[in-house]
């Protein structure tokens, strides 16, 4: 009587087969889990430009009565009143923003001794400040709206977004902001 050979192997090849499919099936989480965080990076960094936004909108409201165009369209560093800050993305990444000078305090309660100029001043510069600690790479343009209300401005806020590679549309000239920079822009009427 013959004895016939079992056939070998087989369990072995279905096993890496299971193997096979299920490395495949964790590279696949693992990849959704990558975006997963990366989307929810993009959202978080767009969530506080908005806030960032909105924060100079409430303080110029707060300042309404200084925020008219024609008190406002000079530069910063002069001594009229001003919301315009119009500097260039790579121009203001890393700036040291200037204080308030001595004479002016400003509190919750108030802006002792302080002028119009002074009060827009600290603003800006707290709020660009702000936007450098919220965002990556965050910087800041306010304009005056040409041709709008005397008291409408763009108060456009910008960061470095992770992943993108080409120029973004939405930021304004003035930015002259580089690939990879993300614009968020929200107009005001005070």
């Avoid at 050979?5 to 090849?13: D, E, F, R, S």
């Avoid at 193997?19 to 696949?28: E, P």
């Avoid at 693992?30 to 409430?58: C, F, H, I, P, W």
């Avoid at 992770?162 to 005001?188: H, K, M, N, W």
């Amino acid at each position: 009587m013959q004895i016939r050979a079992k056939q070998g192997g087989a369990t072995l090849i279905e096993v890496m087969v299971s193997i096979v499919v299920m490395s495949i099936g964790l590279l696949g989480l693992a990849s959704l889990q990558m975006n997963a965080l990366k989307y929810q990076k993009t959202a978080s960094q767009r969530s506080e430009a908005v806030q960032a936004a909105y924060d100079l909108g409430e303080r110029m409201r707060a300042n309404w009565v200084f925020t008219t165009q024609d008190k406002y369209t000079t530069e910063r560093s002069t001594n009229e009143a001003n919301y315009t800050y119009t500097t260039a993305y790579n121009t203001t990444i890393g700036t040291s923003h200037t204080s308030l000078p001595n004479n002016c305090a400003i509190t919750m309660a108030t802006a002792t001794g302080c002028t119009a100029a002074q009060i827009a001043q600290n603003d800006i510069t707290q709020w660009l400040r702000s936007v450098e600690v919220r965002l990556v790479g965050g910087a800041g343009i306010i304009k005056p709206v040409t041709g709008a209300s005397n008291s409408t401005f763009d108060v456009t806020v910008m960061w470095k977004e992770q992943g993108l590679t080409t120029t973004d549309s939405t930021c304004p000239s003035e930015a002259s902001a580089p690939a990879g920079v993300r614009c968020f822009t929200i107009r005001y009427t005070i």
